[in-house]
């Protein structure tokens, strides 16, 4: 069973969120999937490296991109970072034009783990699948290093900073913010073990593995 069909990403909109390999799995999602696919974003994302990049918001020039390339990469370009934005075309429009869209709907700072603000993630009112992403890297290790937002992940689990992340803490915020339909716990790897007590912890269907390796199954 690949990737797509495991996590459950269908045609139309999925949207990818949390921490520790989400840029990897939509790049991953958007080699196995067989029909056209926009990659985009909901906050910033750095443009993928050999993708066509569509910065306009005109329709055309996504068509043209499509036929040309099977994967493409829409989103204007911040001046200061080379990051991508939030395409002004708009979420629904890329649908219509693409038979996947990919979005990365929420930012970690390049940390394996994280909670979200109020204000997170930017899941499209049209994204019919939401995958978690959480970085087994960042088990067993200091909150307050691995965690981006750490503040709010210990409001969620009663820690404290210096503490280590364990298994149950992430588990416990996760299923308190309840923001997904399916998790991947990516980075297995690093640690089996503990991506194992994770992935059974979690309250929705979880999968674990490394996208590094291109192994993912069940716990």
Request: hydrophobic share 45%; aromatic share 2%.
């Amino acid at each position: 069973m690949g990737l797509a069909e495991l996590l459950g990403a269908g045609r139309g909109v999925t949207s990818v969120i949390g921490s520790g390999g989400k840029t990897s799995l939509l790049a991953a999602l958007a080699r196995e999937l067989s029909g056209t696919v926009v990659l985009t974003t909901t906050t910033h994302i750095l443009p993928f490296a050999g993708v066509p990049l569509v910065t306009s918001a005109n329709a055309d020039d996504v068509r043209a991109a499509l036929a040309g390339s099977r994967v493409i990469c829409v989103g204007p370009q911040a001046e200061k970072n080379g990051k991508l934005v939030t395409p002004e075309l708009g979420i629904d429009a890329l649908a219509s034009l693409a038979d996947y869209v990919l979005v990365e709907a929420d930012g970690a700072r390049r940390l394996p783990l994280k909670a979200h603000a109020p204000w997170e993630p930017v899941i499209p009112a049209c994204s019919g699948r939401t995958v978690l992403v959480l970085g087994a890297s960042g088990l067993g290790r200091p909150v307050r290093e691995k965690v981006h937002r750490p503040e709010l992940f210990c409001e969620l689990t009663g820690c404290t900073p210096d503490g280590p992340a364990t298994p149950e803490l992430v588990a416990r915020a996760a299923n308190a913010e309840a923001l997904a339909d399916v998790a991947l716990v990516n980075q297995a790897d690093v640690a089996p073990d503990e991506a194992r007590k994770l992935a059974a912890l979690l309250a929705i269907p979880a999968f674990m593995g490394s996208l590094r390796t291109a192994t993912i199954g069940t716990p």
